[in-house]
């Protein structure tokens, strides 16, 4: 990934969240991961990912030959949340792209401390992403995709998928006035 093209998100909403430990999607390596969701009225960010986007091909052209963009199948990173996700909400009006890392992200906090408890960064919460975009051509599929470098997060959101609770939320303050017996 010599040729790279970094861009940093504004805020944009996580899911799909595997930034803590590397998961493997449908027996390939392990990999970290996450989907950012970015509205579509981000038009600053969507010009960056366009603009990354064609730097990318463009170094494909120059790496794989002139026919790397051309024929179906080409990928590009970002997709439209009302056309490949229209049965989930929280992609409505929205961009998103997967980026995917073999290393671990770095995560860190609004104040730039690093986040070692990994119940603070999950699917649902609002963030920015640092990716890179680089063109691949590999079996058969050739594309632009998008690794997943670093993680900053901004605020907390409705958790996605599972709907797992926080232990601190389900539990009231525990009043024992026998506790010796």
């Known amino acids: 990934m010599a040729n790279a093209i970094k861009v940093v998100t504004g805020k944009a909403r996580f899911s799909f969240c595997n930034v803590w430990a590397p998961k493997s999607i449908n027996g390939g390596d392990p990999k970290y991961s996450v989907s950012i969701i970015i509205v579509k009225s981000d ?4 010009a960056k990912i366009k603009a990354a986007t064609e730097e990318a091909k463009k170094d494909g052209i120059a790496k794989f030959g002139a026919k790397f963009t051309s024929g179906a199948g080409f990928k590009t990173p970002l997709r439209d949340g009302d056309i490949d996700r229209a049965d989930d909400e929280n992609y409505a009006n929205c961009y998103f792209i ?4 073999t290393t671990a992200p770095g995560v860190i906090d609004r104040d730039k401390q690093a986040i070692l408890d990994s119940t603070e960064v999950y699917s649902g919460c609002y963030g920015r992403a640092s990716i890179t975009f ?9 594309g632009v995709a998008c690794g997943l470098q670093n993680l900053q997060k ?8 599972g709907g797992r609770s926080r232990a601190e939320d389900d539990f009231d303050d525990f009043e024992d006035d026998d506790f010796l017996s």
């Open 98 to 101: 997967n980026a995917n890392s």
């Open 134 to 142: 680089y063109p691949f051509n590999v079996n058969g599929n050739r």
């Open 43 to 46: 038009k600053e960010t969507i």
């Open 154 to 161: 901004l605020a907390d959101g409705e958790p996605l998928g």
